[in-house]
Nanobody, 132 residues
Framework: QVQLEESGGDSVEAGGSLRLTCSAS????????MAWFRQSPGKQREGIAA????????YYTNTVEGRFTISQDNAKKTVYLQMNSLKPDDTAEYYC?????????????????????????WGQGTQVTVSS
C-alpha cells in the first residue's frame, strides 16, 4: 500500500509560483503513474499532470501545459509540481495520486486525459489559492 502526503499549498497573487511536493511511502511506488489532480468547489476533479515513475515520461492537460512542470526524485519517492504563471482559475485543492495506468488518450485540443482508476491511492490534499 502506498501512503501519499502533499505539501506546499499556499496563497499567492496571480503570476506567482508555487511548488507542490508529494511524498510517498510504503510499497509499491515504482511502476505507478504519479499524478496531480485538482478540484475547486462546484467543479469536477481534474487530472492535470502525471509522470511514469519507471521512465519519467510526463503527461499534461492543455490547461497547465507550459506553465506547470511535474518531476520526480525516485530516490526520495517524491513527486513535485512546479506551478508558474499562476492564474485565479488555478485556485483549487490539489491532490497527489498513484494511479495504475498512465494516460493513454491524447487530443490536441485538451491534451492528455488523466484519470484515476478505482485502485488509486490518494493524498489528503493541499490548498492553492491564487488572487487577482
Amino acid at each position: 500500500q502506498v501512503q501519499l502526503e502533499e505539501s506546499g499549498g499556499d496563497s499567492v497573487e496571480a503570476g506567482g509560483s508555487l511548488r507542490l511536493t508529494c511524498s510517498a511511502s510504503g510499497h509499491p511506488y515504482f511502476n505507478y503513474c504519479m499524478a496531480w489532480f485538482r478540484q475547486s468547489p462546484g467543479k469536477q476533479r481534474e487530472g492535470i499532470a502525471a509522470i511514469y515513475t519507471g521512465s519519467g515520461t510526463t503527461y499534461y492537460t492543455n490547461t497547465v501545459e507550459g506553465r506547470f512542470t511535474i518531476s520526480q526524485d525516485n530516490a526520495k519517492k517524491t513527486v513535485y509540481l512546479q506551478m508558474n504563471s499562476l492564474k485565479p482559475d488555478d485556485t483549487a485543492e490539489y491532490y497527489c495520486a498513484a494511479i495504475r495506468h498512465c494516460p493513454w488518450q491524447y487530443d490536441p485540443t485538451v491534451g492528455w486525459t488523466i484519470e484515476a482508476d478505482s485502485g488509486a491511492y490518494w493524498g489528503q490534499g493541499t490548498q492553492v489559492t491564487v488572487s487577482s
